[in-house]
Protein backbone atom coordinates (compact mmCIF):
# COMPACT_ATOMS: atom_id res chain seq x y z
CA UNK A 1 0.00 0.00 0.00
CA UNK A 2 1.17 3.53 -0.54
CA UNK A 3 -0.03 6.15 1.19
CA UNK A 4 -0.26 9.15 -1.74
CA UNK A 5 -2.06 13.02 -2.01
CA UNK A 6 -2.42 15.82 -4.64
CA UNK A 7 -0.41 18.47 -4.28
CA UNK A 8 1.80 21.91 -4.95
CA UNK A 9 5.44 21.62 -5.45
CA UNK A 10 7.79 24.96 -5.73
CA UNK A 11 10.43 25.86 -7.95
CA UNK A 12 13.60 26.14 -5.82
CA UNK A 13 13.81 29.77 -5.26
CA UNK A 14 10.19 29.67 -4.49
CA UNK A 15 11.37 27.38 -1.98
CA UNK A 16 13.99 28.71 -0.75
CA UNK A 17 12.13 31.96 0.40
CA UNK A 18 9.61 29.53 2.40
CA UNK A 19 12.51 27.69 3.97
CA UNK A 20 13.60 31.25 5.24
CA UNK A 21 10.75 31.34 7.59
CA UNK A 22 11.27 27.92 8.82
CA UNK A 23 14.75 28.85 9.76
CA UNK A 24 12.70 32.15 11.33
CA UNK A 25 10.78 29.85 13.76
CA UNK A 26 13.50 27.31 14.41
CA UNK A 27 14.86 30.33 16.17
CA UNK A 28 11.96 31.02 18.42
CA UNK A 29 11.88 27.27 19.23
CA UNK A 30 12.87 25.39 21.95
CA UNK A 31 12.17 22.29 19.98
CA UNK A 32 10.72 21.38 17.05
CA UNK A 33 10.31 18.47 14.82
CA UNK A 34 10.75 20.78 11.24
CA UNK A 35 9.55 19.62 7.77
CA UNK A 36 12.58 18.25 5.83
CA UNK A 37 13.72 21.12 3.10
CA UNK A 38 12.85 18.83 0.30
CA UNK A 39 9.48 18.45 1.41
CA UNK A 40 7.89 21.85 1.05
CA UNK A 41 4.23 21.04 -0.54
CA UNK A 42 0.48 22.81 -0.61
CA UNK A 43 -1.48 19.64 0.15
CA UNK A 44 -5.00 19.41 -2.61
CA UNK A 45 -6.57 16.26 -1.49
CA UNK A 46 -5.12 13.47 0.56
CA UNK A 47 -6.09 10.26 -0.67
CA UNK A 48 -4.57 8.04 2.03
CA UNK A 49 -3.46 4.27 1.99
CA UNK A 50 -3.59 3.07 -1.87
CA UNK A 51 -3.17 0.00 -3.80
CA UNK A 52 -1.43 0.25 -7.25
CA UNK A 53 -4.84 0.01 -9.25
CA UNK A 54 -6.00 2.89 -7.16
CA UNK A 55 -2.80 5.40 -8.26
CA UNK A 56 -3.41 4.44 -11.43
CA UNK A 57 -6.92 5.82 -11.18
CA UNK A 58 -5.38 9.05 -9.24
CA UNK A 59 -2.55 9.01 -12.47
CA UNK A 60 -6.32 9.77 -14.57
CA UNK A 61 -8.03 11.82 -12.75
CA UNK A 62 -4.52 14.17 -12.81
CA UNK A 63 -4.58 13.51 -16.73
CA UNK A 64 -8.57 15.80 -16.63
CA UNK A 65 -7.64 18.40 -14.47
CA UNK A 66 -7.02 22.06 -16.77
CA UNK A 67 -6.32 25.12 -15.44
CA UNK A 68 -4.55 28.40 -16.18
CA UNK A 69 -1.39 29.55 -14.48
CA UNK A 70 -2.05 31.85 -11.52
CA UNK A 71 0.01 33.08 -8.36
CA UNK A 72 -1.29 33.38 -4.63
CA UNK A 73 0.32 34.91 -1.58
CA UNK A 74 2.16 33.71 1.18
CA UNK A 75 0.81 36.25 4.09
CA UNK A 76 1.12 34.76 7.08
CA UNK A 77 1.99 32.50 10.12
CA UNK A 78 -0.43 30.64 12.20
CA UNK A 79 -0.47 27.10 14.21
CA UNK A 80 -2.64 24.24 14.83
CA UNK A 81 -2.83 22.66 18.72
CA UNK A 82 -1.17 19.49 19.01
CA UNK A 83 -0.99 17.26 22.19
CA UNK A 84 1.01 18.32 25.50
CA UNK A 85 0.42 22.06 24.73
CA UNK A 86 2.82 21.40 21.20
CA UNK A 87 1.58 23.55 18.10
CA UNK A 88 1.96 22.32 13.81
CA UNK A 89 2.80 25.47 13.08
CA UNK A 90 2.32 26.74 9.14
CA UNK A 91 2.25 29.40 6.59
CA UNK A 92 -1.06 30.85 5.36
CA UNK A 93 -2.22 32.56 1.92
CA UNK A 94 -4.33 35.43 0.88
CA UNK A 95 -7.41 34.06 -0.37
CA UNK A 96 -6.86 33.16 -3.86
CA UNK A 97 -9.77 32.49 -6.14
CA UNK A 98 -7.37 30.54 -8.54
CA UNK A 99 -5.99 28.38 -5.53
CA UNK A 100 -9.75 27.38 -4.55
CA UNK A 101 -10.60 26.59 -8.22
CA UNK A 102 -8.02 24.53 -8.33
CA UNK A 103 -8.74 22.28 -5.23
CA UNK A 104 -12.36 22.24 -5.81
CA UNK A 105 -11.79 21.12 -9.63
CA UNK A 106 -9.74 18.07 -8.38
CA UNK A 107 -12.17 16.86 -5.52
CA UNK A 108 -15.18 17.17 -7.82
CA UNK A 109 -13.15 14.48 -10.24
CA UNK A 110 -12.01 12.35 -7.50
CA UNK A 111 -16.15 12.03 -6.45
CA UNK A 112 -17.14 12.23 -9.86
CA UNK A 113 -14.63 9.04 -10.12
CA UNK A 114 -16.31 7.92 -6.66
CA UNK A 115 -12.65 7.95 -5.65
CA UNK A 116 -12.75 8.14 -1.53
CA UNK A 117 -10.62 10.47 -0.60
CA UNK A 118 -10.22 12.95 2.81
CA UNK A 119 -13.23 15.14 1.71
CA UNK A 120 -12.81 18.36 4.55
CA UNK A 121 -12.63 21.97 4.34
CA UNK A 122 -9.63 23.13 2.16
CA UNK A 123 -7.45 25.04 4.20
CA UNK A 124 -4.24 26.06 2.24
CA UNK A 125 -1.19 26.21 4.11
CA UNK A 126 2.41 24.78 3.98
CA UNK A 127 3.22 23.08 7.48
CA UNK A 128 6.96 24.16 8.70
CA UNK A 129 7.37 22.70 11.71
CA UNK A 130 5.33 20.06 14.05
CA UNK A 131 5.81 19.15 17.57
CA UNK A 132 6.77 22.93 18.39
CA UNK A 133 7.37 24.88 21.42
CA UNK A 134 8.24 28.09 21.59
CA UNK A 135 10.79 30.30 23.91
CA UNK A 136 9.66 32.99 22.48
CA UNK A 137 7.05 34.47 19.91
CA UNK A 138 7.92 34.45 16.22
CA UNK A 139 7.41 38.20 14.87
CA UNK A 140 8.62 38.65 11.43
CA UNK A 141 7.21 39.63 8.40
CA UNK A 142 6.09 36.90 5.90
CA UNK A 143 5.14 37.70 2.48
CA UNK A 144 5.63 36.12 -0.73
CA UNK A 145 4.06 34.58 -4.11
CA UNK A 146 4.06 31.87 -5.31
CA UNK A 147 3.15 30.90 -8.64
CA UNK A 148 1.66 27.75 -9.77
CA UNK A 149 1.26 25.64 -12.77
CA UNK A 150 1.02 22.38 -12.30
CA UNK A 151 0.05 19.51 -9.68
CA UNK A 152 1.61 16.41 -8.91
CA UNK A 153 0.32 13.25 -7.45
CA UNK A 154 2.78 12.48 -4.80
CA UNK A 155 3.74 9.58 -2.46
CA UNK A 156 3.99 10.05 1.45
CA UNK A 157 7.83 7.93 2.23
CA UNK A 158 9.50 7.50 5.37
CA UNK A 159 12.49 9.70 5.95
CA UNK A 160 14.92 10.36 8.71
CA UNK A 161 12.60 9.94 11.56
CA UNK A 162 9.67 11.73 9.58
CA UNK A 163 7.65 11.49 5.90
CA UNK A 164 8.54 13.21 2.83
CA UNK A 165 6.70 13.50 -0.55
CA UNK A 166 7.78 12.40 -3.72
CA UNK A 167 6.50 12.74 -7.07
CA UNK A 168 5.11 9.30 -8.33
CA UNK A 169 3.65 11.30 -11.91
CA UNK A 170 4.60 12.84 -14.54
CA UNK A 171 3.07 16.31 -13.39
CA UNK A 172 -0.17 17.85 -14.82
CA UNK A 173 0.81 21.29 -16.15
CA UNK A 174 -1.15 24.01 -16.55
Not at 31 to 55: C, Q, R, W, Y
Not at 75 to 90: A, N, T, V
Not at 145 to 167: A, K, M, Q
Amino acid sequence: MRRIYFALTFSQEEEASLLQYRSQLIDCASSLKPIPENSLHMTLAFIGESDEDTVTAMRAILSEITFKPFSFTVSGLDYFPERQGKRLYYLTTSHDEGLYALQKQLTDRLKAHKQPFHDKAFLPHMTLARKTVLHKEPKFPIYCTLHVSSIHLLESIPYENTRIGIIIDNEKRA
